[in-house]
């Protein structure tokens, strides 16, 4: 039977960890109580390392395993972020009431918005429709137009989030 690389990977971890446990605790011992203690210690120090190395390979294989879905999981933020930036400014540059929101705030939130859509784990179709809607919004001329291009970006968004 092959085992997986997560596996190896587990056990080899198991490994150096159980010897540098043996080897500290034989260190301790000599100190402590000489070679009698220091093959007592050793043995606890080891025995202990790998029952508590046995007892995570659970947790330790499937962290390995869901490495994608943890890389998938940061992109679908990214992508979140980028969508709450991008309405923010939206809403800063076509305010329901008139003079809401002042030059600096709107400068800031477009700042935010760029910055958040410059991140290189944004996916590609969400950085594609993110620059359309910052163009639509930045032009600042036709609402409907800029309101068409969030709403693009929000089912990006939202494709992306069910592709998985």
Same mark, same amino acid.
């Given at each position: 039977?092959? #085992?997986?690389?997560?596996?190896?990977? $587990?056990?080899?971890?198991?490994? !150096?960890? !159980?010897t540098g446990a043996v080897v500290g605790g034989a260190c301790f011992g000599?100190?402590?109580?000489?070679?009698?203690?220091?093959?007592?210690?050793?043995?606890?120090?080891?025995?202990?390392?790998?029952?508590?190395?046995?007892?995570?390979?659970?947790?330790?294989? #499937?962290?390995?395993?869901?490495?994608?879905?943890?890389?998938?999981?940061?992109?679908?933020? =990214?992508?979140?972020?980028?969508?709450? #930036?991008?309405?923010?400014? $939206?809403?800063?540059?076509?305010?329901? !009431?008139?003079?809401?929101?002042?030059?600096?705030?709107?400068?800031?939130?477009?700042?935010?918005?760029?910055?958040?859509?410059?991140?290189?784990?944004?996916?590609?179709?969400?950085?594609?429709?993110?620059?359309?809607?910052?163009?639509? =919004?930045? $032009?600042?001329?036709?609402?409907?137009q800029a309101q068409a291009a969030v709403k693009d970006l929000t089912l990006a968004v939202y494709e $992306?989030?069910? !592709?998985?």
């Amino acid at each position: 039977m092959e #085992s997986s690389l997560a596996t190896r990977i $587990h056990l080899l971890v198991t490994f !150096v960890l !159980v010897t540098g446990a043996v080897v500290g605790g034989a260190c301790f011992g000599l100190l402590a109580g000489g070679r009698l203690g220091a093959v007592v210690a050793a043995g606890a120090a080891g025995l202990g390392a790998g029952i508590g190395s046995f007892l995570a390979r659970r947790q330790v294989v #499937s962290f390995f395993r869901a490495e994608a879905v943890l890389a998938d999981g940061y992109a679908e933020g =990214i992508a979140d972020a980028a969508l709450m #930036s991008i309405a923010t400014y $939206h809403a800063a540059v076509f305010p329901l !009431v008139p003079d809401g929101v002042s030059e600096e705030e709107r400068d800031a939130r477009r700042t935010l918005a760029y910055r958040v859509c410059a991140y290189d784990g944004l996916p590609l179709r969400v950085r594609v429709a993110a620059a359309g809607a910052l163009e639509a =919004i930045d $032009h600042g001329l036709d609402a409907e137009q800029a309101q068409a291009a969030v709403k693009d970006l929000t089912l990006a968004v939202y494709e $992306h989030r069910t !592709v998985r």
